[in-house]
C-alpha cells in the first residue's frame, strides 16, 4: 500500500525522465488528474489519457506522455518535479508568500478552496492554499 500518492507519481515521473522514456503509467485519482491537466496545460507534458482496461470496479490507470524539446527532441520538458507538502510535514503558505519557482521559470501546483492551481492562478484569485510539488 502506498501511503503518499501524489510523491508516487512524481517519483515515476522523475525516474522515467531519467531513463529517457516516452511515457509513464500511474494509478489514476482525481488529484491526480488534475495535476495532470496543470502539466499539460503549462507545457510540461505532451497529452494524458486514462486507461480502463482493468476489470470493472478496479482502480483506472493514468497514461502521461512526456514531452521533451531540442533539435533531437533530447531535452526534458520537466528538469525536475519536487514535493513540497507531504502528509507528515503540510507545508500552507498564505497570498502574501506564494513562492517564485526558479524565479518564475517554474510552477507550484497548489491546492487551495478554489481547487488545484497554479501559484500564479492562485496570485490571480487572491488565495493561499497547500503546496504540492514544484514543477521546473
Known amino acids: 500500500m502506498i501511503t503518499d500518492p501524489i510523491a508516487d507519481m512524481i517519483a515515476r515521473i ?3 525522465i531519467k531513463a529517457r522514456k ?5 494509478p489514476e485519482s482525481k488529484i491526480k488528474l488534475k495535476i495532470a491537466e ?8 505532451e497529452d494524458f489519457v486514462v486507461s480502463e482496461e482493468n476489470k470493472k470496479g478496479s482502480q483506472g490507470t493514468l497514461i502521461i506522455k512526456l514531452k521533451y524539446l531540442g533539435r533531437r527532441n533530447t531535452r526534458p520538458a520537466i528538469s525536475k518535479i519536487e514535493r513540497v507538502s507531504k502528509p507528515g ?13 526558479q524565479k518564475g521559470l517554474g510552477i507550484a501546483i497548489l491546492t487551495t478552496n478554489k481547487g488545484i492551481l497554479t501559484d ?5 484569485n487572491r488565495v493561499g492554499g497547500e503546496i504540492i510539488c514544484y514543477v521546473w
Not at 120 to 124: F, K, P
Open 14 to 16: 522523475n525516474n522515467a
Open 22 to 26: 516516452d511515457e509513464v503509467s500511474v
Open 38 to 45: 496543470i502539466l499539460k496545460r503549462e507545457g510540461y507534458i
Open 89 to 101: 510535514l503540510r507545508k500552507y503558505v498564505s497570498i502574501e508568500k506564494l513562492p517564485y519557482v
Open 120 to 124: 500564479h492562478e492562485a496570485r490571480l
